[in-house]
């Protein structure tokens, strides 16, 4: 294709994207075909002369579309919602474009500058302290996109080839090396013994799911700030015990978060290879200070080194919120780092109302959102800020000649700032979504899906045959409702700081967990039903220890009737699965 075609074909594709956007009620929201369905329709060998545009545009409709779950459809209401808006396509486009590769200031100066500023923007926005922004006064802190990771590499392989006290025996292999004592009970391995023999099934799993897992957005967040608390550990540790190996050191590692907790913390233990202690939220779904303190004094009691939590806000299965401000002080007593992982809540708090959600948020080292999830972004753009970037990227720099460059001391480079070398131009997106929406226009869009799952709850609310799992008021109901201004703001900080703000400003936002009042099994029907029909899509989520139907506002120009639409549905399918049992 030259730039000709590129011109015309480009066009086409403009007026095909509207055209699908358009017309999007008239499609299946998701597909009714069975896995393997597309490779009966595609040839088993990649063309060897070229193909013709419209033969490949042609299959798109006819082979690709029907397997397409329409996470922009009106009738999505799964997960959180994909952010998507035309600035959004066209900043991706332009950066495809532009096509640079900015893993330092110099790769693409507009690139990383870019990233910089729109991040203070957003910070700023959101409410971040000044700490976390890189242009205010005396700050160490910043923010960055996050991106994707392949770690190709075979762990147990890596292990084997490179004995411990071998002179190719890097410092990363002590992590690795310190798993496999620490799996084996603290057998200490001679220079050629043979491990293989001894490595179960389970570890084989444990080590290929940390080698070889590709992660984006907030998973990484979560991942590259457990990196960086655990090496600023094991720095620590190696002061006080300088003869003790970082194997050991490592073993001795706990991080902790809540049960509600995304299983990213999870997945980003198991890559730090580090313990996790799970824990019991209360009854609101939120983790509590003094459940992290009592864990963490039992842990050192045991020997072990508490060195980082991950709180979240705004959690998956029920947007709830753990208790900032009881465990950030923990978390300050005991050398803690402390991230809060705001992936979909996060974004709602450019409203000022929404702000007294992030109280406590002075304790933490590292915050994370997703404008692609809840800020019109698309995937994939996850933020991260950070207190201190030394404290990050010194757990992440390498520096080899071919990428140094003459402003190192004066830029950020920020391929010391994840695990890829290679970054695409993100900012862009972000740029044009910010400006040509304006942070008001972000706003009233925020404020759309929390009104429209208001609406949904009260329907479900009147209906007595369902209950309602998860809170979806608060004073901001009212506020939303009348004209802000920036003395009710106040207002608001003002409650919080006496003690009767957060309490009041529990807030559910896009997100209703619902369920028949009933067994989980029947639930699980009501769901299952309405999702084969295909009419609208929800998925399931456990709230204490309950099924529950989880209804999230997705859409960006989503309507009251397209709301009340979801509602018809799901209590037709409940009247009838109610009356097939008799209930
Ligand atoms: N954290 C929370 C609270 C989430 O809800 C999600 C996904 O929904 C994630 C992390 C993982 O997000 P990502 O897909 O960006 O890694």
Redesign the pocket.
Known sequence: MDVNEFRVRGKEMVDYICGYLDTLESRRVTPSVEPGYLRELLPTEAPHDPEDWDAIMADVESKIMPGVTHWQHPRFHA??PSGNSFPSILGDMLGDAIGCIGFSWAASPACTELETIVLDWLGKAIGLPDEFLAFAQGSKGGGVIQFTIIQAFNAIEFEFEHPPHSPDFASSDFHLFGLLETHFGGKRFADDEEVETEVTEKTVKKFYAAGFDA????????LVTMLAARAQAIRKQKQQHPFVEEGVLLSKLMAYCSKE??S?VEKAAMICFVKLRILEPDEKCSLRGATIQQAMEEDEALGLIPFFVST?L???SCCSFDNLREVGPVCRRFGVWLHV?????GNAFICPELKPLLSGIEYADSF?T?P??WLLVNF?C?TLWVRDKIRLTSALVVDPLYLQHGYSHAAIDYRHWGVPLSRRFRSLKLWFVIRNYGISGLQKYIRHHIRLAKRFETLVRKDKRFEVCNEVKGPCDELITRPRSPIVCKMIMKLKIRGHGPKRAVERLGLVCFRLKGTDELNQKLLSNINASGKIHMVPASVNEKYVIRFCAVVQNATEEQIDYAWDVITEFATELLDTHNL
Do not use: I, M, P, R
Request: charged share 15%; aromatic share 10%.
């Open positions: 997960y959180f992660l984006t957005s907030a998973s990484e967040c979560v907790a995304h990213c979240t705004g959690t998956t992982d705001g992936a979909y809540a994370n997703n692609n999830k994939d996850s």
